[in-house]
């Protein structure tokens, strides 16, 4: 069965400071991979998504960005973290291929502040 | 106007009662819809998956859509308190929508339920 991980589960940052959050996904090959992040009381705003190692597609101009190294893991990063960026950060992964019909499954999410 | 709009609550309901969340929508190209559960601190997880209009059931379950409508719904029998969570509706177009490659779901902003003993 196919799990997914995110670590940390929770970061409290400074104004300014990087940020790098990890997201791995265990059991399938050549997932389609997700970032989301869900602000308090409001809905799930996709962030990035990818197709396939180094491929990155960006839904929201913002400062963060993502890689994706290698085929099971994703990565979110800032080089410096705003008061806005606070929130709940989620990966998702789904099948390869079948594009526009996948479910999505979650991970545990990182919870960050920014102070 | 938003391309999914759903009520986000808060909805309280005693134990046992029949529990009815609702999502309305816009694009007429969505064909696949899907309810998730997100308990408080957690991430969402997937709780129903139909394809077009109709009915689906899973226990105390029912997802229905009316495409004509561009309504959805998912009922719940016999809520019990570890019902109490945030329900999402999400939906997709499929792979004649866009033209893209990848599974792009499109989410209301959740409805927040308890469940009360």
């Known amino acids: 069965s196919q799990t997914i991980h995110q670590w940390p589960a929770t970061l409290v940052q400074p104004v300014g400071s990087p940020l790098s959050l990890e997201c791995t996904v265990e059991?399938?090959?050549?997932?389609?991979l997700y970032w989301y992040r869900q602000a308090a009381g409001r809905g799930l705003q996709l962030l990035f998504y990818?197709?396939?190692?180094?491929?990155i597609s960006s839904e929201v101009p913002q400062n963060l960005s993502a890689s994706r190294p290698q085929d099971r893991q994703f990565i979110l990063s800032s080089k410096k973290l705003l008061l806005s960026d606070s929130g709940f950060y989620l990966c998702?992964?789904?099948?390869?291929?079948?594009?526009?019909?996948?479910?999505?499954?979650f991970g545990p999410g990182t919870r960050l502040t920014v102070l | 106007q938003k391309e999914v709009e759903q009520d986000p609550g808060p909805l309280s309901v005693p134990e046992g009662a029949i529990v009815s969340l609702n999502c309305t929508y816009s694009?007429?190209?969505?064909?696949?819809f899907m309810w998730y559960r997100q308990y408080s601190r957690k991430g969402p997880e997937l709780l129903m998956y139909?394809?077009?209009?109709g009915n689906k059931e899973d226990g105390r379950f029912t997802a229905q859509v009316d495409k004509s409508s561009k309504y959805i719904s998912l009922f719940i029998r016999d809520s019990q308190p570890s019902d109490s969570a945030t329900y999402l509706c999400?939906?997709?177009?499929?792979?004649?929508?866009?033209?893209?490659?990848?599974?792009?779901?499109?989410f209301g902003q959740g409805t927040i339920l308890t469940v009360h003993p």
């Open positions: 694009n007429s190209a969505f064909q696949y």
């Open positions: 998702a992964w789904s099948p390869p291929g079948q594009g526009g019909l996948d479910t999505q499954y």
């Open positions: 999400a939906m997709s177009g499929g792979p004649n929508a866009g033209g893209t490659s990848y599974g792009k779901l499109t």
């Open positions: 990818s197709v396939g190692i180094g491929q």
């Open positions: 059991g399938t090959s050549n997932p389609n």
């Open positions: 139909t394809y077009s209009s």
